[in-house]
């Protein structure tokens, strides 16, 4: 229990974005980065840091970026990104600290040019 608890506690702890359409910024209280395409995201916790690009082509989108393990505290980082149609994706973990993992969703074929993404910690 207690991994689900320090992962939940990872999570509230990230910093959140939501890009609207328009280019604005707007900084929530969602453990979330929902981003439209072209958005360039870049967040961190107490022992990660990630930062990803939305791609969009012909009504497909994507994420592309990297995530890093930045503390030494036995858990590893990732990256979860979740398609409008439900659909989730996880990318390489990081770890131990200072590992730096690139990566790059697979397209996704969905009619919303919108994705969430979150990065957190987990324990391994």
């Given at each position: 229990?207690?991994?689900?608890?320090?992962?939940?506690?990872?999570?509230a702890a990230t910093a959140a974005?939501?890009?609207?359409?328009?280019?604005?910024?707007?900084?929530?209280?969602?453990?979330?980065?929902?981003?439209?395409?072209?958005?360039?995201?870049?967040?961190?916790?107490?022992?990660?840091?990630?930062?990803?690009?939305?791609?969009?082509?012909?009504?497909?989108?994507?994420?592309?970026?990297?995530?890093?393990?930045?503390?030494?505290?036995?858990?590893?980082?990732?990256?979860?990104?979740?398609?409008?149609?439900?659909?989730?994706?996880?990318?390489?973990?990081?770890?131990?600290?200072?590992?730096?993992?690139?990566?790059?969703?697979?397209?996704?074929?969905?009619?919303?040019?919108?994705?969430?993404?979150?990065?957190?910690?987990?324990?391994?």
């Open positions: 229990m207690k991994k689900h608890v320090g992962l939940r506690s990872r999570l974005v939501s890009v609207l359409a328009g280019g604005s910024v707007v900084f929530g209280a969602s453990p979330a980065a929902a981003a439209a395409c072209g958005a360039s995201l870049s967040v961190s916790t107490a022992g990660a840091s990630a930062a990803w690009d939305v791609a969009c082509d012909a009504g497909h989108i994507r994420v592309v970026g990297w995530v890093k393990d930045t503390d030494n505290d036995g858990q590893c980082a990732r990256v979860r990104v979740e398609y409008a149609n439900g659909d989730k994706w996880y990318s390489p973990r990081a770890c131990p600290k200072g590992t730096k993992v690139s990566f790059g969703s697979p397209w996704s074929s969905t009619r919303s040019q919108i994705i969430n993404a979150y990065l957190y910690e987990f324990d391994v």
